[in-house]
């Protein structure tokens, strides 16, 4: 049976599934590959081609230390971030990801994780101890209110928060917390569980010199406690550049240096380019790479170097200009081959960055990774060699890990986890994982649901403008209406005055939802990265949001029933209006708020809101009653929202034989308009349930948009 190793090679060894392999040493990598389809025109033709936005890259971060991805603009660092935490949908990447030796999966890598994205998602409205208290009630579970306290309080200090903890978090139209203790406080929110694992994409993009510093500091005490943290990081300063343990450099996809920092300026001696005296190492490297991209030759010169040893060709002298950058790009660079001859010389101690004899101090520190996992192809996983453990601290610029930081944390680890052969897949299926194992969300889904609803009602309180508007147009509208139809007259422009108030009634409840829009395409960025590593379900998150505004929308109901209903002397139960009111914001909410879920922004949120508000209009009955619709238009007035509001305040009013007009009953009205006008009908019941209805599908379209639609997750 042929096996292979982590660089590709033939390999004896095999692996046991039922044993987790004896490493401590942190996360590692296999041979990960994500291939994307995409379209060129050739000679007029758009045609489709996979371009691979990471080939092969095999390698390490070690527990305990910084791990920092650098390249050139495009070099694929933000894809492997997500490759590495589980936020590629499954299928589409290639390779495998273990974590202290246990193969993992992306479910399981998200459960012992945080993923600290480079945008602030946070609520503008709470403090910087409440956002970190809510995110200790949705990590934490079930432990003692007071555990979650101090824990919170402890990482205020450690963050170096503590002048800032009674600030509101703020946006751009209220003052808050500076940018870098913005920063702070979004990975506190990730790092309250204490993960194993620890990603951040481009933590210092958009701060200054000295905020960034203090936040790649305290990213570096975090490592220290015991976590493997692993950024992307763009042209960091010389100071961030000493908390830096370990680099891995990337460009067009591929792995061109991994190591020490320290051993930058070797690894650039053995291909012939020596640093010029006072430039940093690290940006030289970067440059050099820059070189060979936009040359004749391309970086996969350099991704066979540090594959095999194989050294680069020389760049010559006007390799690098406008031309060749074009040719570069079309013309696919000539990749060395093992056992080439270059420059007549073959570099052994390079054969991999894993390699103990290289002369790194880093390679040296780290014998142990020369071990690596070997799987057999095409059948499952079998048996596991035990690995050496790592010493960390054996190279002079790294210290001993301390559990200072977010100790004795109740989040489970990979280690926790029961590993079974048959929950493994084939490597052609993407790589072998480990099982699922252990509870997804650390709370029941009702405890979830309060502490959502808790969170929700604190935002509105901070937030009142939004809750007061509505209620500020439907009270300005309400009064408008009774000083408009004050009292009508017992004809017919009395009737067509009930009419025009009935039908604009049920419009402007449909109206008064729309700000909802841009209320929740804002929090669903908060809902997308709290939900990437299962802070809560998209369940909860739903029943939460209806349940926080059903009292909301009930005084908004209530206030315009009891100015409406005397002035204009309207008949039948002053409870069923009130409850077709509700019914109707009830629905109408729901409709936005899907809406809202499936448009990229509020712009075009509000354009599909009015049109399907025009149409819901035009089709209500109103203009032609239901039975005069061509038929091919009937559906409409079945799904239009505004029917059932308009019909329901019809019957109210007119099922009745009480005379509005000379010889002309109520039940004559609703004739004429071909409704129902049977006294005691429970048809008008039917449309407050048909309401309801709505409501509910809508509420559930949305869940489902939330749960398979919204993720942060590429395909």
């Known amino acids: 049976m042929a096996h292979i190793n982590y660089d590709g090679r033939p ?51 070690p527990k305990g230390f910084v791990t920092a991805v650098m390249g050139p603009s495009g070099a694929g660092k933000s894809t492997m971030l997500d490759a590495l935490a589980g936020r590629i949908a499954r299928g589409s990447l290639k390779g495998r990801v273990s974590l202290d030796g246990m193969v993992m999966n992306p479910s399981l890598i998200k459960r012992t994780s945080a993923y600290v994205m480079q945008e602030d998602r946070l609520f503008p409205m709470l403090t910087v101890y409440e956002t970190l208290m809510f995110a200790a009630d949705f990590r934490l579970g079930t432990i003692s209110t007071d555990d979650k306290k101090q824990r919170v309080e402890r990482l205020i200090q450690q963050l170096g928060l503590s002048s800032a903890r009674n600030t509101y978090i703020g946006d751009e139209g209220t003052r808050g917390v500076s940018g870098g203790e913005r920063r702070r406080v979004s990975i506190g929110v990730d790092i309250i569980h204490g993960p194993s694992l620890l990603f951040l994409d481009e933590p210092t993009s958009g701060l200054d010199s000295t905020s960034a510093h203090s936040v790649i500091e305290k990213v570096h005490d975090i490592a220290r406690s015991g976590s493997s943290v692993i950024l992307t990081i763009h042209q960091p300063s010389s100071r961030i550049l000493l908390l830096l343990d370990h680099l891995i450099v990337l460009a067009r996809g591929r792995l061109m240096y991994q190591g020490s920092p320290k051993d930058v300026t070797t690894y ?37 170097f540090a594959r095999t040893g194989v050294k680069p060709p020389k760049l010559a002298e006007g390799d690098v200009s406008v031309v060749s950058i074009a040719v570069a790009m079309q013309t696919p660079a000539r990749t ?7 420059d007549g010389e073959f570099d052994h101690s390079l054969r991999s960055p894993y390699n103990p004899a290289s002369g790194s101090s880093w390679s040296a520190s780290h014998s142990g990774v020369v071990q690596k996992l070997k799987f057999s192809s095409p059948r499952p996983i079998r048996n596991v060699q035990p690995r050496l453990q790592i010493p960390m601290s054996t190279s002079p610029s790294y210290y001993a890990q301390s559990s200072e930081i977010l100790p004795s944390t109740p989040t489970p680890h990979s ?9 493994y897949m084939t490597p ?19 405890l979830e649901t309060w502490i959502l609803m808790r969170r929700n009602f604190k935002n509105i309180m901070r ?3 939004l809750f007061l508007s509505r209620l500020f147009v439907l009270t300005f509208m309400g009064f408008m209406m009774a000083t408009m139809f004050p009292n009508p007259p017992e004809n017919l422009q009395g009737i067509t005055n009930r009419l025009s108030f009935f039908i604009f009634t049920a419009c402007v409840f449909f109206f008064s939802s729309n700000d909802a829009v841009p209320a929740f395409i804002q929090e669903r960025f908060v809902f997308i990265r709290e939900t990437s590593f299962n802070a809560y379900r998209a369940s909860s998150y739903t029943i939460a949001g209806l349940i926080t505004y059903l009292p909301f929308l009930a005084l908004q109901a209530k206030i315009y029933a009891l100015i409406t209903w005397w002035s204009l002397h309207l008949s039948g139960s002053f409870l069923y209006f009130f409850i077709v009111l509700y019914a109707s914001l009830l629905s109408t909410n729901s409709f936005v708020v ?39 238009w009937k559906w409409m007035n079945k799904i239009s929202t505004i029917t059932y509001p308009y019909e329901g305040l019809l019957m109210n009013q007119y099922q009745t034989t009480k005379e509005f007009a000379t010889n002309l009953t109520g039940q004559g009205v609703l004739a004429s308009l071909r409704i129902d006008s049977e006294i005691g009908s429970i048809k008008k019941w039917e449309n407050v349930a048909i309401m309801l209805g709505w409501a509910i599908l809508y509420r559930v379209l949305f869940y489902l948009v939330l749960r398979f639609a919204s993720k942060n997750q590429r395909t």
């Open 11 to 61: 390999s004896d060894v095999s692996i046991d599934i039922g044993k987790p392999v004896n490493f401590t040493g942190g996360l590692e990598f296999n041979s990960l590959t994500y291939t994307v389809s995409t379209k060129k025109e050739v000679e007029g033709e758009w045609l489709s081609q996979e371009v691979d936005l990471l080939h092969r890259i095999t390698g390490y971060a």
């Open 268 to 304: 650039l001696n053995k291909i012939g380019r020596k640093v010029p005296s006072g430039e940093n190492s690290i940006e030289y490297l970067i440059d050099v790479i820059q070189e060979y991209d936009q040359s004749e030759i391309g970086v996969e010169a350099l991704a066979e």
């Open 336 to 342: 060395p081959q093992r056992g080439d001859a270059v």
């Open 415 to 423: 280690s926790d986890y029961t590993v079974n052969e048959n929950d």
């Open 428 to 446: 052609g299926d993407g790589g072998a994982y480990a099982a699922d194992h252990g509870p997804k969300f650390a709370n029941p889904f009702y």
């Open 463 to 465: 937030t009142p403008e």
């Open 594 to 632: 899907f809406v809202s879920s499936v448009v990229p922004n509020y712009i075009l949120g509000y354009a599909a809101v009015i049109a399907f508000t025009a149409l819901f209009f035009l089709f209500c009955g109103f203009f032609l009653n239901s039975h005069d619709i061509p038929p091919y």
